[in-house]
């Protein structure tokens, strides 16, 4: 009883975290693990779940099929797209991206990823760090995931011993390493056993760190406001007009990044122009100082121009505008990106019309090598672009801020979201890549 | 007033926001980017506590100015009475526009035909999808969380429908960062689900939490009652119980609103917020599995329903 009623605390904290791993690798079992353990998987869903593994003549319940929520899913036994799972635990909230493992679907570990804050990739001890393993790991590295978790799996197929994790775990922090990950954290487990999931192994005493969930619990998420520039992109303008508040004009939106005071002088961009903020509302209560992310409302001293689109930062800590963009990108449409392709470009709140001028290389997530003017990105494809501005942008790089660093783009014509953006240099450009200035062609 | 330094938010780093504040925040942003890129946006409301909840984030969201949107009510005809009279309070307290389509009004024409199971749930999308067409809303919120059901889970915070309202989940936009994309062609529209991220208990949680009023049903009360399908129904005009019925008085309370004849009551005697919250805590059945019919027709009932036009 004591799991539900301290689960309670309204002031938990939240952490997002996502899951990737091949096909095979048990990322099912280990997601319907920590749902199941955790006390998540209510009796109504486990029925439904004995129900449809029964007609379909299985021996035991598959828990895939908690999962896998779409009828293509359960049809073909994999998982197409992301789908978010909740659950809880005395200590914390979690919001799960459950991605699928499929190459084809790099996109949607993207979509995942890019709202994490720690990634657990899941490999197969009997097999070790393989190519998708190395796929999964350059992602997170790409999406700047603070915290990533090796999860070797299938602990009990290779009885349970250390060498065979240790190697595994050396291999892929060195990895790991070379991609700029920060912090690996290797935890052998057994998904379908319940070894290191949710209850330490007895059958593991030689490893003394967390279980899964116990990482998920305490791994501390970074709320370093000291070190962060402070970023409000304006979403609305609230303005009631009303026989109260004749003359309340509002700037809205939620803080990306950094922390804002009553007081402090600030910048409107792109137009430049400077005032103080003379009042701060946090949905209808004056605060005096408001922080990310939260929703906020800013009042400004002195009566200038801003709209929704605009970005409000301190004056003394202002991001440079640029009409040209130089960004890493996961092309996550069906059809092409190509050079010369005119697209919308939503940055913040802000969305402008842009032309890609150039697709200096693609990413073999393989090898980390750089394959050098490819012509085109396709569905999944990484790579690096230049992209022109109608407007200019007071853009971030994606390593200082994962919010006013990042962009998406826009097919004009249908909507469809074409590009997934990170500002700046990454891993994926250790050595940019010489511009050839008469390279106006490309080769299919 | 707060300083940096008083503040401590919870067990990571002062600044790090409870698990309600985070929520609440991103479902703001969420009203707030629609009422930036659409120009007709509505909510539905269903007078239900998760509709209840998002008006509530929506006129936090924009005071001190009035929430710019209206409401649309999908009007089954079998509504509990207790609902009705909050639906019109609500709308006049906060001097706000109600829209209604009405299943009644759909099967008196002749357009729409009683099913002989009595439901009328499945009967509602076609009035709500004509009332987006000729009202042209192109923006519908809809308090559809993710931990309802499991197609639910595959939802995008802005789902895009075609101009026939349906939804093709192996179509999707992937949804990166808060970078929600709202564009449509003329005829579509976008649905937003700004408690996508929300589970029951923080529905419950931010209720007591912010002091919201809610219909009485939600709470322990004597009511007439007969058994249907492993669900107690309420009895009433709108066809129940047949002979082999009886009717029970009994105990009990909602953990959803909707349509009379496809929503059951749970035992219960939780007459607090607090004692809901402590039941739901340790109830081991979901929301819709202990009093929803109609998701147990089939393993894919939502799934197919919401590629019809179904919230």
């Known amino acids: ?106 996109r949607n570990m993207v979509t995942g990823a890019s709202t994490a804050e720690l990634t657990v990739i899941l490999v197969d001890a009997r097999n070790g760090v393989v190519e998708q393993t190395r796929r999964h790991a350059a992602i997170a590295a790409l999406l700047r995931v603070p915290h990533v978790v090796l999860a070797v799996n299938k602990m009990d197929l290779v009885g349970y011993r250390e060498p065979v994790f240790a190697a595994i775990a050396e291999e892929f922090t060195a990895y790991a390493t070379e991609l700029g990950i920060p912090e690996v954290t290797a935890i052998p487990i057994s998904a379908l056993a319940g070894d290191n999931v949710v209850e330490p192994s007895a059958r593991m005493d030689w490893y003394g760190g967390p279980t899964v969930l116990e990482h998920l619990e305490t791994v501390p998420v970074s709320h370093d406001l000291a070190h962060c520039h402070a970023r409000l992109p304006v979403q609305y303008v609230i303005r009631p007009q009303s026989a109260e508040h004749p003359d309340y004009r509002g700037y809205a939106g939620q803080i990306a990044a950094g922390s804002f005071r009553v007081g402090e002088q600030v910048t409107v961009l792109p137009s430049g122009r400077t005032t103080t903020i003379s009042g701060i509302d946090l949905l209808g209560e004056p605060v005096d100082v408001a922080w990310t992310t939260q929703s906020v409302t800013l009042l400004l001293a002195d009566d200038i121009d801003v709209s929704r689109g605009d970005l409000i930062v301190p004056t003394k800590d202002a991001p440079p505008t640029t009409q040209d963009v130089e960004a890493t990108v996961c092309h996550v449409a069906d059809a092409a990106l190509t050079v010369g392709h005119r697209v919308l470009l939503k940055h913040g709140t802000r969305t402008v019309k842009a032309i890609v001028k150039d697709i200096p290389s693609r990413l073999t997530l393989d090898d980390l090598s750089l394959h050098p003017h490819p012509g085109l990105l396709a569905a999944n494809d990484i790579g690096r672009v230049k992209i022109r501005t109608a407007e200019p942008l007071p853009v971030d790089a994606y390593a200082d801020s994962r919010r006013t660093g990042s962009f998406i783009l826009i097919d004009p014509a249908d909507g469809t979201t074409l590009t997934a953006g990170m500002v700046g240099e990454s891993f994926a450009a250790p050595e940019p890549v010489k511009d050839a200035a008469d390279d106006d062609g490309w080769d299919f | 007033m707060t300083t940096l ?21 991103e479902a703001v942003h969420i009203f707030r980017e629609v009422a930036g890129e659409f120009e007709n946006p509505v909510i539905l409301f269903s007078g239900g506590k998760d509709s209840i909840v998002m008006l509530h984030l929506a006129l936090k969201a924009f005071a001190p100015a009035a929430v710019p949107f209206s409401l649309l009510h999908v009007d089954t005809g079998h509504n509990f009475p207790e609902v009705l009279e909050y639906r019109d ?49 192109d923006a519908v919120f809809g308090g559809g969380r993710r931990d309802e059901e499991k197609a639910r889970a595959k939802e995008r915070v802005f789902s895009l429908r ?45 209720i007591a939490r912010e002091g919201i009023a809610l219909p009485r049903i939600y709470f322990a009360h004597e009511r007439e009652v007969f058994q249907r399908a492993g669900m107690w129904l309420t009895a009433g005009d709108w066809g129940g119980p047949r002979e082999d019925e009886p009717v029970v008085r009994r105990l009990v309370r909602y953990r959803t609103v909707g349509d009379m004849s496809c929503t059951g009551a749970v035992d219960s005697d939780a007459t607090t917020l607090d004692a809901v919250i402590a039941e739901i805590a340790a109830s081991r059945l979901t929301e819709r599995g ?10 894919a009932a939502m799934e197919d329903r919401k590629r019809e036009g179904y919230f």
Do not use: C
Not at chain 1, 52 to 68: I, V
Not at chain 2, 293 to 299: I, Q
């Open chain 2, 89 to 137: 309070r609500a709308v006049e307290r906060h001097g706000l526009r109600l829209h209604v389509a009405s299943v009644q009004d759909y099967i008196d024409r002749g357009v729409l035909k009683e099913r002989p199971d009595g439901t009328r749930n499945p009967l509602q999308t076609l009035p709500l999808t004509e009332k987006i067409r000729s009202e042209r809303f």
């Open chain 2, 5 to 25: 330094a008083e503040v401590q938010g919870g067990t990571d780093s002062p600044y790090a926001l409870s698990h309600l504040d985070a929520l609440e925040s």
């Open chain 2, 290 to 299: 202990a009093t929803r019919a109609d998701d147990k027709l089939s393993e």
């Open chain 2, 162 to 206: 075609d101009e026939f309202s349906q939804w093709d989940p192996r179509r999707q936009r992937p949804e990166l960062w808060n970078l929600y994309n709202g564009r449509h062609a003329p005829g579509e529209h976008v649905r937003v689900f700004p408690l996508s991220n929300w589970t029951e208990l923080d529905v419950w949680q931010y």
């Open chain 1, 1 to 106: 009883m004591t799991t539900t009623t301290e689960a309670l605390a309204a002031t938990a904290t939240l952490l997002r975290f996502a899951t990737a791993g091949s096909v095979d690798d048990g990322k099912s079992t280990l997601v319907g693990r920590l749902l199941h353990d955790s006390k998540s998987v209510l009796t109504d869903q486990l029925e439904a779940v004995e129900r449809a593994s029964a007609s379909r003549g299985q021996d035991g319940p598959d828990l895939a099929l908690l999962t896998d929520g779409l009828r293509a899913e359960r049809e073909q036994g994999i998982t197409i797209d992301v789908a978010y799972r909740y659950f809880a635990t005395p200590r914390r909230r979690f919001i799960l991206a459950d991605t699928p493992g499929h190459v084809q679907y790099t």
